[in-house]
Nanobody, 124 residues
């Protein structure tokens, strides 16, 4: 059974940085995409960025392009989300998710497994 565990959230001042981690276990991930999503109170779960577990492909949402960077450590089955120049509107619970295929999708329904989420709060 696939397990995804996020960590690294917390409180940060606007303009600051955080690095989130998503540790995966349970199967081989080489033919799947991994996505980061976020959900603020009262809002839908939004796509942030995605990466293929193997290969160079990444895809960023417009709101995070240039500020956030996704990377992976295949040897340790871990995907990272590096967040810089954080804004109060980035405040949300951040989730990582494993896709049902190698395609990076903005649609949460294209992802089969989800972590428990980690809270990011950006203070103005």
């Amino acid at each position: 059974q696939v397990q995804l565990v996020e960590s690294g959230g917390g409180l940060v001042q606007a303009g600051g940085s955080l690095r989130l981690s998503c540790a995966a276990s349970g199967r081989t991930f080489s033919n799947y995409a991994v996505g980061w999503f976020r959900q603020a109170p009262g809002k839908e779960r939004d796509f942030v960025v995605g990466i293929r577990w193997s290969g160079p492909n990444t895809y960023y949402s417009d709101s995070t392009k240039g500020r956030f960077t996704i990377s992976r450590d295949n040897a340790n089955n871990t995907v990272y989300l590096h967040m810089n120049s954080l804004k109060p509107e980035d405040t949300a619970v951040y989730y990582c998710a494993l896709g049902s295929s190698v395609v990076i999708s903005r649609d949460p329904l294209r992802y089969d497994s989800w972590g428990q989420g980690t809270q990011v709060t950006v203070l103005s």
